[in-house]
Nanobody, 124 residues
């Protein structure tokens, strides 16, 4: 069964950092782009960051540009989202999702497999 399992969420103060992990099983990460999404309370889910299959392209939503870094370690079947300088507006459930192909770019459409999310709360 294809699975993505997020971890690393928790409560952090504004200005703090968290590193989220997305561990993939049941399919080959080396053929899938990975995107991170988040859903804040009362808001729609939005794409946050993505990384293409070949690890040659990343994309970030403007709100997190310069603060978040997405990376992948195919040997560990894991994708990371390093989140620095966190703000209360970053609060939400963070999901990772996989899309087949996407060797040149990545996006937030057509995700085939989804994790169940990890909660990030940024509050003092």
């Amino acid at each position: 069964q294809e699975q993505l399992v997020e971890s690393g969420g928790g409560l952090v103060q504004p200005g703090g950092s968290l590193r989220l992990s997305c561990v993939v099983s049941g399919f080959s990460l080396d053929h899938y782009a990975i995107s991170w999404f988040r859903q804040a309370p009362g808001k729609e889910r939005e794409g946050v960051a993505c990384i293409n299959t070949r690890d040659t392209y990343t994309n970030y939503v403007d709100d997190v540009q310069g603060r978040f870094t997405i990376s992948r370690d195919t040997a560990k079947n894991t994708v990371y989202l390093q989140m620095d300088s966190l703000k209360p507006e970053d609060t939400g459930v963070y999901y990772c999702a996989a899309e087949l192909g996407m060797y040149y770019l990545c996006d937030y459409d057509g995700m085939e497999y989804w994790g169940k999310g990890t909660l990030v709360t940024v509050s003092s």
